[in-house]
């Protein structure tokens, strides 16, 4: 199951906007429902025909038949200005078809060609984006959920000053708390089968490497649990007073707060989150 981010602005996708070029010509185009490579097997057109034709289907929704489009004009006119704007229009097509790998593959070669343009941070950005849309569920494997905290982490990087560093930040965010969650359930894990020394070690590495986002104060309540399952009471009040510092007043607190004092009442009374 997908985690439910939110999907890019209309306004960061302004080459959509595009003008359409004049002296549209007609082609066998397919039909309403999206088409297929089929529909794309065209004898060489002029480059206005190609381009306003993609535009065309883009507009009307066909996104795979509108990205082939695309794809024609780089390739029956390479050195035509239209073959680089074109390119980013078939990664865009790509990515509203859901087709990331091919989106990902034609943005990034643009990069290639294209390192200093001015709509470089986009193309980039779109990178991103088709890693981001693919985060799969904290219950699933997270390799493409890395690859999507890097791709945002570029684009911040190279980029700061763009709108699409802006989004990246925000999502950024959202893609760490997810990878922090991923931690946690692994943790739980370990926890249920009395596996304290890793559930120890997910724990930390989500206070760690983690510790800006909404898992941090479960973290650490359950480090607190599994020290006092391996015998280590020192640690586990460590844990709960930093908990207790930076998070009074919530549940986890509490829990954690209960569970030291079982085992030392003298030496946690004076931390009761009920105290004045």
């Not at 397919?30 to 057109?45: F, I, K, L, M, P």
């Not at 289907?57 to 390739?75: N, P």
């Not at 865009?92 to 943005?107: E, F, H, I, V």
């Not at 650490?220 to 020290?227: A, F, N």
Request: hydrophobic share 40%; glycine share 6%; proline share 4%.
């Amino acid at each position: 199951m997908h985690q439910s981010y939110s999907r890019p602005l209309a306004a960061l996708v302004a080459l959509a906007a595009i003008p359409l070029l004049s002296g549209c010509a007609a082609l066998g185009l397919g039909g309403a429902g999206g088409g297929s490579r089929a529909d794309t097997q065209y004898v060489a057109s002029d480059v206005n025909t190609l381009y306003t034709a993609g535009k065309q289907k883009l507009d009307g929704r066909q996104y795979t038949v509108a990205a082939a489009l695309f794809d024609e004009v780089e390739r029956q006119h390479p050195y035509s200005i239209w073959a680089r704007r074109a390119q980013l229009m078939s990664a865009y097509s790509y990515y509203l078809a859901k087709d990331y790998t091919k989106s990902t593959d034609s943005a990034r070669r643009f990069l290639a060609i294209h390192p200093g343009n001015k709509d470089a941070p986009y193309a980039l950005y779109l990178v991103a984006l088709n890693y981001y849309e693919q985060i799969e569920d904290v219950n699933r494997d997270q390799s493409i959920t890395k690859q999507a905290l890097d791709s945002l982490g570029e684009v911040v990087r190279r980029h700061p000053q763009t709108r699409y560093a802006s989004d990246a930040r925000l999502k950024v965010d959202l893609v760490r708390d997810h990878l922090a969650g991923k931690e946690m359930e692994i943790g739980r894990f370990y926890q249920r089968r009395h596996e304290w020394l890793a559930s120890v070690m997910r724990f930390r590495n989500v206070i760690d490497e983690y510790q800006t986002t909404t898992h941090t104060p479960e973290a650490l309540m359950r480090l607190t649990e599994s020290y006092l399952a391996l015998g280590i009471p020192a640690e586990a009040r460590k844990s709960a007073a930093v908990l207790g510092a930076n998070y009074p007043g919530t549940k986890w607190y509490e829990r954690a707060f209960e569970l030291v004092q079982r085992h030392s009442p003298t030496q946690t009374a004076a931390a009761s989150p009920t105290a004045s």
